[in-house]
């Protein structure tokens, strides 16, 4: 009888023929558990913005305050970069399946933390200082979340499908999203506004622990991913993964960051901030604002498997083309629908923004996958996309509304995200196609 002796493979068996459908279920769960649960966390943090601005921030002065809750919201963002170089050398040295178990519950435990804060009414300042806090945990375990489980699931991917499961981690975000989205509004119809001010925002956020444990029994029980396994028996692992990276590995680590530009503008400002501006600018109620934005996630989720598998007979380089070119047709009247008063029309608008974000999102992963070779996968993907969260994705809103708040001009967010679109255009003029190939290993 014959022992496999790598303590990478504790379940060993024999290779299927084809893609199995039952693995590729778990490869999509495992996959896109973590990613609904980092954008549950962003999501319910957005949403209900003026909420905390009202308990932890300095009362008299609304806009300041808004402000503010949107900077604490950017803070996450800013130790992304840091959360994926962390993580990204350990899931390169010892493994995707370790250390997505690691990331999953350090989220689930920061958001739970939020729910159980003082107010400022409380602690006074401290308060506020807390809530840093607790984002800074968020933004470092999300930092290092959505590299492995990008590099995780293209690893288990074979090349013909690979554009519509690595779709499916990002499903997984518009699906946490939508949760918080939907969880957010029930505990809002329910319970009212005055409520929801006063102690109901921390029950969203409770949740949060529950999701983690859940995620965390789900990765437990898988195995790692064939490339890192080989990698391993091989001994070929990377000692410095991010050394090799910087070294070797530039020009993809540029890609990844400029075609993440537009990804991470769009989403935080379509399917997030929006919410927010359709309250403030556009006169409309929360409970609208809320709805309009469910209906925008739902549509994306459905569309963004559409748009995986469209890559796989395609290619990855005609989507990216089209989806920046849609989002600078459409987002100045997108925009001044949302302005207009009128209900459906305000709604409609923001539904047709989310679907060249949700091309995006669909073939990003499996891009960034077949740009980089196994031994620096997970730290260059982390790295370049949480550098591109950093510098235009969590500080969306507060951008946004800080332009709005100057200028008085309510186009503030299209001209924000027209400027994004041009600089992941740019990017794919550069971009190799890769559909249907072989992962590298080095």
Same mark, same amino acid.
């Given at each position: 009888m014959q022992v496999d002796p790598s303590p990478y493979r504790p379940n060993p068996a024999p290779a299927?023929?084809?893609?199995?459908?039952? =693995?590729?279920?778990? *490869?999509?769960?495992?996959?896109?558990?973590?990613?609904?649960?980092?954008?549950?966390?962003?999501?319910?943090?957005?949403?209900?913005?003026?909420?905390?601005?009202?308990?932890?921030?300095? /009362?008299?002065?609304?806009?300041?305050?808004?402000?503010?809750?949107?900077?604490?919201?950017?803070?996450? @963002?800013v130790l992304r970069p840091l959360g994926g170089l962390i993580f990204g050398h350990i899931g390169d040295r010892i493994g995707r399946?370790?250390?997505?178990?690691?990331?999953?519950?350090?989220?689930?435990?920061?958001?739970?933390?939020?729910? *159980?804060?003082?107010?400022?009414?409380?602690?006074?300042?401290?308060?506020?200082?807390?809530?840093?806090?607790?984002?800074?945990?968020?933004g470092v375990a999300s930092g290092g979340e959505i590299g492995g489980a990008a590099s995780y699931v293209a690893e288990c991917s074979p090349p013909h499908r690979r554009g519509l499961l690595c779709s499916t981690t990002q499903l997984g975000a518009l699906t946490g999203a939508l949760l918080a989205s939907a969880v957010v509004t029930l505990f809002t119809t329910v319970l009212g506004d005055e409520t929801m001010k006063a102690w109901g925002w921390r029950i969203p956020f409770l949740i949060g622990l529950p999701l983690g444990l859940v995620g965390l029994w789900i990765r437990a029980r898988l195995e790692d991913s064939p490339q890192f396994i080989d990698l391993a028996e091989r001994g070929e692992v990377a000692k410095a993964p991010v050394v090799q990276l910087f070294a070797n590995n530039r020009a993809a680590l540029a890609r990844t960051f400029g075609l993440s530009v537009l990804l991470f503008a769009a989403y935080y400002v379509v399917y997030v901030y929006a919410a927010t501006h359709l309250q403030k600018t556009g006169g409309f109620s929360a409970l609208t604002a809320f709805w309009s934005t469910i209906a925008t996630l739902?549509?994306?989720?459905?569309?963004?498997?559409?748009?995986?598998?469209?890559?796989?007979?395609?290619?990855?380089?005609?989507? @990216?083309?089209?989806?920046?070119?849609?989002?600078?047709?459409?987002?100045?009247?997108?925009?001044?629908?949302?302005?207009? /008063?009128?209900?459906?029309?305000?709604?409609?608008?923001?539904?047709?923004?989310? =679907?060249?974000?949700?091309?995006?999102?669909?073939?990003?992963?499996?891009?960034f996958a077949e740009m980089l070779p196994a031994r620096v996968r997970y730290s260059g993907i982390a790295?370049?996309?949480?550098?591109?969260?950093?510098?235009?994705?969590?500080?969306?809103?507060y951008i946004c509304t800080w332009l709005i708040n100057k200028t008085g001009d309510p186009l503030c967010p299209a001209w924000f995200l027209a400027g994004t679109a041009l600089i992941t255009l740019a990017t794919t003029f550069s971009l190799r196609e890769s559909a249907g190939t072989s992962l590298r290993t080095s």
């Open positions: 299927p023929a084809g893609p199995a459908p039952a =693995i590729d279920r778990r *490869v999509i769960l495992a996959g896109a558990v973590g990613s609904i649960i980092e954008y549950y966390d962003f999501g319910i943090y957005g949403y209900l913005s003026a909420s905390l601005a009202s308990v932890f921030f300095v /009362h008299g002065d609304p806009a300041a305050a808004l402000l503010a809750t949107f900077a604490t919201f950017a803070a996450a @963002f399946k370790k250390t997505l178990a690691a990331t999953v519950i350090a989220m689930a435990l920061a958001t739970f933390a939020i729910g *159980v804060l003082p107010s400022y009414a409380a602690v006074g300042a401290f308060a506020a200082v807390l809530l840093v806090l607790g984002r800074c945990v968020q739902a549509v994306s989720c459905v569309l963004m498997p559409v748009f995986g598998a469209l890559s796989d007979r395609v290619g990855r380089k005609p989507i @990216f083309f089209g989806a920046s070119i849609a989002t600078l047709v459409l987002v100045f009247p997108g925009f001044m629908a949302m302005d207009a /008063h009128g209900t459906a029309l305000a709604v409609l608008a923001q539904i047709v923004l989310g =679907i060249p974000e949700s091309a995006l999102m669909a073939v990003a992963f499996s891009t790295l370049g996309f949480n550098l591109a969260s950093m510098a235009v994705g969590g500080t969306a809103p």
